[in-house]
């Protein structure tokens, strides 16, 4: 399984920005899907998490103002990213749960700042 994230990019404080993340090279559908992040000097943390079934869970952080959903027939999961602010500056990384192993891809870069 193969996972790429992409969608970051620079923001101004306030603003929004959507990450994708597609699962690729398994004929089979993946289980829980999760967005993380790495801040400088940090440790990575889950920011927010999805089943396959659409239940949600959140890093208190972002609570209200990030939301993650999946397109189950594409194997992708998005994280919906609003009022963002210059704390939110991190690495995202996402993460896939297939066949008890878990997957990680690539990470994009989110930097708010004016």
């Known amino acids: 399984v193969q996972l790429h994230a992409s969608g970051g990019g620079l923001v101004q404080p306030g603003g929004s920005l959507r990450l994708s993340c597609a699962a690729s090279?398994?004929?089979?559908?993946?289980?829980?899907m999760g967005w993380n992040r790495q801040a400088p000097g940090k440790q990575r943390e889950l920011v927010a998490g999805?089943?396959?079934?659409?239940?949600?869970n959140y890093a208190d952080s972002v609570k209200g103002r990030f939301t993650i959903s999946r397109d189950n027939a594409k194997n992708t999961v998005y994280l919906q990213m609003n009022s963002l602010k210059p704390e939110d500056t991190a690495v995202y990384s996402c993460?896939?749960?297939?066949?008890?192993?878990?997957?990680w891809g690539g990470g994009t870069l989110v930097t708010v700042s004016s």
């Open positions: 993460n896939a749960w297939y066949n008890n192993r878990n997957y």
């Open positions: 090279g398994s004929a089979f559908s993946v289980g829980f």
């Open positions: 999805i089943t396959r079934g659409g239940s949600t």
